[in-house]
């Protein structure tokens, strides 16, 4: 009874110490491939760069490297042109560039794909989308999206385990510019989309909080993901959710191909398109957490039997246009009333007027704000030079501040 005892004490230790050598061996490689992929010497990685390729063959090495196919048009890549702005300030002239996205696949010869994206481009020297209103410096984009293809990328490495599926990983450009690589692959596909079960979609993921903060988006999209996303939350992840389908990512290109589509993310930051969101902020324990508990909602998913799509709710309502904007970051995980402000920029009307960061956006003039879309909406109302009353909820008390669109 003894020798038995000390067996099973034994294989709990030996399969503890497994997988702690595994996890810190995901770990190491998310540690490589983030600081490679974020360093100067990629110089941003905008989309039709010299620095785009290089980090396109990175990826495509490591696709070798754990020997996923290639399932691109040319091998792992697939190519594709977008016109852009030749100039940040310009609103007609623009450019044609190339992009690629690289892909990678596993075929385990089963019936059904499943799809895990991350975008791979960032702002280069930041002559677009920045937010940094310095001297031109290299913008890194540890988290936006190094920290997303590193999820991928190892989980393309693991999933071979997991042989219910085939699986389909895309690391995408052009996202930065408007989801150009994604848009594209969805409409010219190399594997058969009617056969997809669902798509997962990393972006911004390097920096779950101290609260264990998760976004997940999309999960309208299918009347499954609700009950799969709480049943494999094994890691005491504070999961926050959205409803629609649409978003600033791509997985929005999937789920206009009616596939169930979700996105991961942990927030957004203070470095968030500035040439400060480098490697030393990255939380690559909270990516581990991020990337098992991913495996898990696939594994999981396997008892599903039915998988189906469906349109959501918000996907009717056309997001407003914008003559003036505010100057504030928008807090992406507030699911209270009203729109929290997470940041403000340096010179911007809210700045300007004594708006806060914290402060929580409840009317704009005449018109409530319930919700990121009730404040797009109250926006998309004024005019450079408006003079109007903005409600706000600064620390459980209501103030008003009379502000100028300028």
Known sequence: MKKLIYSFLFLIIVTENTIAQNKQEIITNMIEEVTYLASDKLEGRATGTLSEKMAAEYIRSRFQEYNISPKGEDGYFQYFEAKIKEHPHSQKIKKKITGTNVVGYINNQQEETIIIGAHYDHLGYGDFGSRYDGEREVHNGADDNASGVSIMINLARNLKKIADYNYLFIAFSGEEHGLFGSSYYAKNPTVNLDKVRFMINFDMVGRLNQESVLAINGIGTSNRWQ??????????????????????????????????????????????????????????????????????????????????????????????????????????????????????????????????????????????????MGYMQALSKFNKGDKTIIKLNRHSKIIDVEIVFQ
Do not use: C
Request: proline share 3%.
């Open 227 to 372: 009950d799969l996303i709480n049943d494999s939350n094994k890691f005491n992840l504070n999961i926050k959710t959205t409803e629609s389908g649409i978003g600033p990512s791509d997985h929005t290109s999937f789920y206009l191909q009616n596939i169930p589509a979700i996105h991961f993310f942990t927030g957004q930051h203070e470095d968030y398109h500035k040439p400060s969101d480098d490697v030393e902020k990255i939380n690559f324990d909270g990516m581990y957490t991020i990337y098992e508990y991913a495996k898990t909602i696939i594994t999981k998913s396997i008892a599903i039997e039915d998988f189906s799509f469906q349109e959501t709710k918000s996907d009717t309502t056309v997001t407003p246009k914008f003559k003036v904007t505010l100057g504030v970051m928008p807090d992406y995980l507030f699911d209270g009333k009203g729109m929290r402000i997470d940041g403000i920029s340096k010179g911007k009307t809210a700045e300007r007027f004594g708006v806060m960061k914290g402060d929580i956006v409840i009317r704009m003039g005449d018109f409530d704000v319930n919700d990121m």
